[in-house]
């Protein structure tokens, strides 16, 4: 997160962070006891962690990327993980909802990020979670020639990038808006704090048929 600032422990419960041999590697949300959501730009044999001083280490079952997920583009750039067990709810453990009416959040409404990603230009990596508002931007002037030139599809969204915006490790992470998870953090152009380069984010809404549909099969 650049520009943003330490979030308050356990203000954000819901917060897990995808980590390989102990290294951070991508942000990821509970979105069910036993599900997180990430983005499958982070897959990798991953353990996983819930956030600080109540931090639980849940190794994952299963990871499910989206049928649709490549590393050539940013499309259905998903990751559903199956944790080991059941993570444990309480004060600092929580799930967060995820949007499932399939609408726009309109222009300029102002969300929340968040995630352990680099906190500056030089990479420096936080162990705080850091959190940042951030406005959302219309697509018409997301896909603008001279920002992401046609590429944000109705199943992606984006939010204003001058100065405060996600970054490297922020990938996986929601983007909350009126406390509801309308968007899963992409690393898009890979390119942090340029007005030029909007950030980018996976709508959820379009996905929850598939989201319920792994959860149901894996529950099974
Ligand atoms: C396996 C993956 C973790 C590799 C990766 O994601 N690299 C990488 C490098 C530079 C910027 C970003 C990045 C992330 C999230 C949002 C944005 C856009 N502001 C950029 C992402």
Same mark, same amino acid.
């Given at each position: 997160i650049l520009g943003g600032y330490e979030a308050k422990p356990?203000? =954000?419960?819901?917060m897990a962070s995808l980590q390989l041999d102990g290294q951070h590697i991508c942000g990821g949300f509970l979105i069910a006891k036993q599900w997180v959501l990430s983005a499958?730009?982070?897959?990798?044999e991953t353990l996983h962690s819930l956030p600080e001083p109540h931090k639980r280490l849940y190794r994952v079952r299963a990871q499910i990327p989206h049928? &649709? %997920?490549? @590393?050539?583009?940013?499309? !259905?750039?998903l990751l559903l993980l199956q944790l080991e067990e059941e993570a444990e709810l309480n004060a600092h453990v929580q799930v967060l909802p995820v949007q499932r009416e399939d609408r726009d959040v309109a222009p300029d409404t102002v969300c929340e990020v968040a995630g352990?990603?680099? @906190?500056?230009h030089s990479g420096r990596r936080p162990d705080k979670l850091y959190q940042l508002e951030r406005p959302v931007l219309s697509r018409d002037v997301c896909n603008h020639r001279t920002r992401h030139d046609h590429t944000i599809t109705e199943k992606m969204m984006c939010t204003d990038s001058r100065r405060k915006d996600t970054c490297k &490790? !922020? %990938?996986?992470g929601p983007l909350v808006c009126n406390g509801v998870a309308e968007g899963v953090v992409t690393a898009g152009s =890979?390119?942090?704090?340029?007005?030029k380069k909007p950030a980018i984010y996976t709508r959820i809404a379009p996905y929850t048929a598939w989201i319920d549909g792994v959860i149901a099969a894996g529950a099974a």
């Open positions: 356990h203000l =954000r419960p819901y499958a730009h982070c897959t990798e049928p &649709g %997920s490549n @590393i050539h583009n940013n499309k !259905d750039d352990w990603g680099t @906190i500056n &490790g !922020d %990938s996986g =890979r390119v942090c704090g340029n007005y």
